[in-house]
């Protein structure tokens, strides 16, 4: 319970700091509709805008999520995984390719589009945060900002040295 109280806490700040909270009343009636639909036992409800999103953050059968919407349809789905449940595939990733990281915070999204995704946000002392993304099978795709097609990307271990950069080692 304390850690669901954190999450909301934090969500609450960050709502404040980065988004502009709203009232349910001041939220499109197709959102609130849609929202109480599919998740009709939603308790603590928080809603935001944030740029062109509406944001609801709360917590649903013990579990701290996020919901997005854009235009009042609804984005995207995210689940708050604490990292003791986080798989161990991805922590293991993580602490191999990203020395000095440590996990902040693992969202399981389930999106609008179809693909359903782990985003984890890794944090450093003096460094920006990173988010890396991982499909549902626990496989890296890319930094979030990075726009890659899945098949183009590649485990860093598997990538080999092109020629300009052995003659600069010589």
Do not use: C, H
Not at 3 to 29: E, G, R, Y
Not at 42 to 70: C, H, R, T
Request: aromatic content about 10%; hydrophobic content about 40%; proline content about 3%.
């Amino acid at each position: 319970m304390k850690k669901i109280n954190l999450f909301l806490l934090t969500m609450l700040i960050s709502t404040v700091i980065f988004a502009q909270k709203l009232n349910v009343s001041d939220v499109a009636a197709q959102v609130t509709t849609d929202f109480k639909n599919r998740f009709p036992s939603a308790e603590k409800a928080i809603w935001a805008k944030d740029n062109a999103l509406v944001k609801v953050s709360f917590v649903n059968d013990g579990n701290s999520m996020e919901v997005a919407y854009q235009n009042n349809n609804w984005l995207q789905t995210k689940w708050i995984i604490a990292n003791e449940y986080a798989p161990q595939k991805i922590k293991e990733y993580t602490t191999q390719f990203y020395l000095g990281y440590k996990i902040k915070e693992i969202g399981f999204l389930d999106k609008n589009s179809g693909e359903r995704i782990y985003e984890v946000v890794i944090t450093k002392k003096k460094k920006p945060n990173l988010t890396l993304i991982f499909d549902s099978g626990n496989t890296f795709l890319r930094i979030d900002g990075e726009v890659k097609d899945p098949k183009e990307v590649k485990d860093p271990k598997e990538v080999k040295e092109s020629k300009d950069v052995k003659e600069i080692k010589k």
